[in-house]
C-alpha cells in the first residue's frame, strides 16, 4: 500500500529525495569534521611527544651545565693550589 503512493514525481517522493540529499550532505560534513578530529588528535599526540623530547633534552643540557660548572670549579681550585705552591 505504501508503494502504490509513492510514485515517481509525486510530493512525497520530491520530499524523500530531497530529505535523502540533506542527509548525504550532513553525512559528509560529518565524515569531514571526524577526519579533522583524527587529525587534530594526531597533531596533539605528535606535539605531546616533543615536548617530552624537549623537557628532556633540556634536563640532559642542565645535568651537561652543572658538570661544565663542577669542572671548571674544580679546576680553578687546582690553578689556585698550584700557584699557591709556587
Not at 530529505?19 to 571526524?34: F, H, I, M, Q, T
Amino acid at each position: 500500500m505504501a508503494k502504490d503512493s509513492i510514485t515517481p514525481g509525486t510530493t512525497l517522493e520530491k520530499s524523500l529525495a530531497i530529505e535523502r540529499d540533506n542527509l548525504s550532505l550532513e553525512l559528509g560534513e560529518l565524515k569531514k569534521a571526524s577526519s579533522n578530529v583524527i587529525e587534530l588528535k594526531n597533531e596533539r599526540d605528535e606535539l605531546q611527544e616533543r615536548v617530552v623530547n624537549s623537557e628532556r633534552e633540556l634536563e640532559q643540557l642542565r645535568r651537561e651545565n652543572q658538570a661544565l660548572k663542577d669542572t671548571s670549579n674544580q679546576d680553578w681550585f687546582l690553578y689556585g693550589g698550584i700557584l699557591s705552591i709556587f
